[in-house]
């Protein structure tokens, strides 16, 4: 699903954010990368959804070569990523429910379409009755959980989440955390930048670790059976 | 046919959400349209005022005397040859005594006894259509041994020809600075509503949108917003019009101003072509800078 093969990223005055970094993922997996700050993490995650290119090496996204795609190509391999940030990125100006049914659409989907999958996703993050609520009126979880809508409702293969409880208490993160999950066992690949430790701790699956720009742990924990069955033994910590 | 929809929507629901912006870009718009609607309407009245002007020229061909009717007649066949002769009539010295005559109405008895030697002479009477074959009459006969002198209001066209060609120059090159004013103004409204968008334009990105789905709303907004201005020009040009042409045709009853129906459905148009042209321009120029689309 996806795959890195020996990938570099320096950005302007020489920063090197990765080096040499091979690694793949497989359909339905749930992968948290972790590392200290600077490592690298987020570049890596922006290069899935070619919001960076490799200075060197390939990422390949279900078969296909980012750095060849063309330009016109991006809109639509993004309506196959969702991703989700720490600071949720909802619009102001637009309920729930219109935050999750803008990324329909703009991809010129029909209404009745829209307010099915719409109803649909919101109901899978638990927000059907929230929808008509501003993002201002929602606490961080729900909003979180209205951007994780937002990122599935598209039914992407991947999902990408940059530190995506950093701004949530241990508790509503764990939750958040839960519903990423729901989602993997759906059979979508999962990516997670995190730090929070207790987490990961909890959820044990495979584990990518980071350290200034290079892998240097990938291991699957105990309880971790494959694809479908991952992080099973953590769930109901 | 939904993703146009979607546009409009969000063309509209972006005015909506900075209202105060989206006014400021109409009334800045509808200024510089103004000045273009006036200058267009004075153009129309300028041209009319030129064609009405010449319309009223004339060419006399004064005759020697004594030319043999055959002669005249030859004469008068060339001339009515030329283009935009529309009419060559000969009056003979008898009927311009008579002309004079009715002029002094009931004074006409002075001329009584003139008729014995009458001054007057015989000439054709030449209607042109424009003031360019005033010209070409007066070169064709200029030579000609019968006739005597030519007389037309030479210096009146000619200056009217080359103030109405400079002032259409001029015209032509004010509005072209207006409408770089205004294409100016419209990429600045655009160029801050893309701005005020740039979080929703990001998501926009993220979430699979092609550039033109980004593109379209502002290209629609740019056009609402400078058609929206090109409207409120046209309006405020016709109601100042309109009472301006009431005014003059009390007082200035022999200047040919045109009505407003003649001209409004040019003028706005043109105006309305110009905005849509021009805020479209504009949006597609901002977003050059600011989506590097
Ligand atoms: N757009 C950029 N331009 C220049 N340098 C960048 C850019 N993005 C990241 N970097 C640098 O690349 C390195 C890796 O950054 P990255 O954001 O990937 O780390 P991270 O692991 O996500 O860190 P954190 O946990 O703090 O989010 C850092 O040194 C950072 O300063
Ligand atoms: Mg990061």
């Given at each position: 699903m996806i795959e890195f093969r020996n990938v570099s990223k320096v950005y302007d005055h020489n920063i090197r954010a990765l080096a040499g970094v091979d690694f793949r993922v497989g359909k339905g997996e749930f992968v948290f990368v972790v590392g200290p700050s600077g490592a690298g993490k987020s570049t890596m995650l922006r290069m899935v959804y070619r919001e960076e290119l490799p200075s060197e090496g390939q990422v390949f996204v279900e078969g296909r070569d980012l750095a060849r795609l063309r330009a016109a190509s991006v809109p639509y391999l993004r309506r196959g990523i969702g991703v989700v940030f720490q600071d949720f990125k909802l619009l102001p100006s637009r309920t729930t429910f219109e935050n999750v049914a803008f990324a329909l659409e703009v991809t010129g989907a029909r209404s009745y379409e829209i307010k099915r999958r719409t109803t649909q996703a919101l109901e899978?993050?638990?927000?059907?009755?929230?929808?008509?609520?501003?993002?201002?009126?929602?606490?961080?979880?729900?909003?979180?959980?209205?951007?994780?809508?937002?990122?599935?409702?598209?039914?992407?293969?991947?999902?990408?989440?940059?530190?995506?409880?950093?701004?949530?208490?241990?508790?509503?993160?764990?939750?958040?955390?839960?519903?990423?999950?729901?989602?993997?066992?759906?059979?979508?690949?999962?990516?997670?930048?995190?730090?929070?430790?207790?987490?990961?701790?909890?959820?044990?699956?495979?584990?990518?670790?980071?350290?200034?720009?290079?892998?240097?742990?990938?291991?699957?924990?105990?309880?971790?059976?494959?694809?479908?069955?991952?992080?099973?033994?953590?769930?109901?910590? | 046919m939904s993703l146009f929809g979607y546009c409009l929507r969000e063309a509209r629901k972006s005015i909506g959400r900075n209202p105060f912006l989206s006014i400021a870009t109409v009334f800045t718009a509808a200024i510089a349209l103004l000045v273009l609607a006036t200058f267009l309407l004075g153009a129309a009245n300028l041209q009319n005022l030129a064609e009405f002007v010449e319309r009223q020229v004339n060419v006399a061909i004064f005759l020697r005397d004594g030319v043999a009717p055959a002669d005249r007649d030859s004469l008068k066949a060339n001339v009515a040859g030329i283009a935009g002769v529309e009419e060559i009539t000969f009056v003979s010295r008898e009927t311009a005594l008579q002309r004079l005559r009715d002029k002094f109405g009931e004074n006409a008895a002075l001329l009584d006894g003139i008729d014995e030697f009458n001054p007057l002479r015989d000439s054709l009477e030449v209607r042109v259509g424009s003031a360019a074959a005033v010209d070409l009459v007066a070169e064709a006969v200029k030579a000609s041994p019968l006739v005597d002198e030519i007389s037309y209001g030479k210096e009146l066209v000619a200056r009217l020809v080359s103030v109405t060609r400079a002032l259409r120059l001029g015209i032509l090159g004010l509005a072209g600075l207006l409408g770089l004013a205004t294409l100016f103004l419209i990429q600045n409204s655009i160029r801050l509503s893309v701005f005020a968008r740039r979080e929703e334009i990001s998501i926009m990105r993220l979430v699979g949108a092609t550039d033109s789905v980004i593109r379209w709303p502002l290209v629609f907004e740019g056009i609402v917003l400078a058609a929206g201005g090109a409207l409120v020009a046209t309006l405020a040009v016709g109601v100042v019009y309109q009472w301006l042409w009431q005014a003059m045709g009390r007082n200035l009853a022999f200047l040919p101003v045109l009505p407003l129906a003649a001209v409004l459905g040019r003028v706005g148009g043109v105006v309305v072509l110009t905005g849509v042209v021009i805020g479209a321009a504009g949006a597609l120029l901002a977003m050059r800078r600011w989506l590097r689309v």
């Amino acid at each position: 699903m996806i795959e890195f093969r020996n990938v570099s990223k320096v950005y302007d005055h020489n920063i090197r954010a990765l080096a040499g970094v091979d690694f793949r993922v497989g359909k339905g997996e749930f992968v948290f990368v972790v590392g200290p700050s600077g490592a690298g993490k987020s570049t890596m995650l922006r290069m899935v959804y070619r919001e960076e290119l490799p200075s060197e090496g390939q990422v390949f996204v279900e078969g296909r070569d980012l750095a060849r795609l063309r330009a016109a190509s991006v809109p639509y391999l993004r309506r196959g990523i969702g991703v989700v940030f720490q600071d949720f990125k909802l619009l102001p100006s637009r309920t729930t429910f219109e935050n999750v049914a803008f990324a329909l659409e703009v991809t010129g989907a029909r209404s009745y379409e829209i307010k099915r999958r719409t109803t649909q996703a919101l109901e899978l993050v638990g927000l059907r009755g929230r929808q008509r609520a501003y993002p201002h009126e929602l606490s961080g979880g729900e909003q979180q959980r209205t951007s994780l809508a937002r990122a599935v409702v598209n039914s992407p293969k991947i999902l990408v989440a940059d530190e995506p409880t950093g701004n949530l208490d241990p508790q509503t993160g764990r939750q958040l955390m839960q519903y990423l999950h729901n989602i993997s066992l759906m059979g979508t690949t999962v990516l997670v930048a995190t730090h929070a430790r207790s987490i990961v701790d909890e959820f044990q699956c495979r584990v990518v670790r980071l350290e200034r720009g290079r892998i240097v742990r990938d291991d699957q924990r105990a309880g971790y059976f494959g694809p479908l069955s991952a992080c099973a033994d953590g769930e109901e910590v | 046919m939904s993703l146009f929809g979607y546009c409009l929507r969000e063309a509209r629901k972006s005015i909506g959400r900075n209202p105060f912006l989206s006014i400021a870009t109409v009334f800045t718009a509808a200024i510089a349209l103004l000045v273009l609607a006036t200058f267009l309407l004075g153009a129309a009245n300028l041209q009319n005022l030129a064609e009405f002007v010449e319309r009223q020229v004339n060419v006399a061909i004064f005759l020697r005397d004594g030319v043999a009717p055959a002669d005249r007649d030859s004469l008068k066949a060339n001339v009515a040859g030329i283009a935009g002769v529309e009419e060559i009539t000969f009056v003979s010295r008898e009927t311009a005594l008579q002309r004079l005559r009715d002029k002094f109405g009931e004074n006409a008895a002075l001329l009584d006894g003139i008729d014995e030697f009458n001054p007057l002479r015989d000439s054709l009477e030449v209607r042109v259509g424009s003031a360019a074959a005033v010209d070409l009459v007066a070169e064709a006969v200029k030579a000609s041994p019968l006739v005597d002198e030519i007389s037309y209001g030479k210096e009146l066209v000619a200056r009217l020809v080359s103030v109405t060609r400079a002032l259409r120059l001029g015209i032509l090159g004010l509005a072209g600075l207006l409408g770089l004013a205004t294409l100016f103004l419209i990429q600045n409204s655009i160029r801050l509503s893309v701005f005020a968008r740039r979080e929703e334009i990001s998501i926009m990105r993220l979430v699979g949108a092609t550039d033109s789905v980004i593109r379209w709303p502002l290209v629609f907004e740019g056009i609402v917003l400078a058609a929206g201005g090109a409207l409120v020009a046209t309006l405020a040009v016709g109601v100042v019009y309109q009472w301006l042409w009431q005014a003059m045709g009390r007082n200035l009853a022999f200047l040919p101003v045109l009505p407003l129906a003649a001209v409004l459905g040019r003028v706005g148009g043109v105006v309305v072509l110009t905005g849509v042209v021009i805020g479209a321009a504009g949006a597609l120029l901002a977003m050059r800078r600011w989506l590097r689309v």
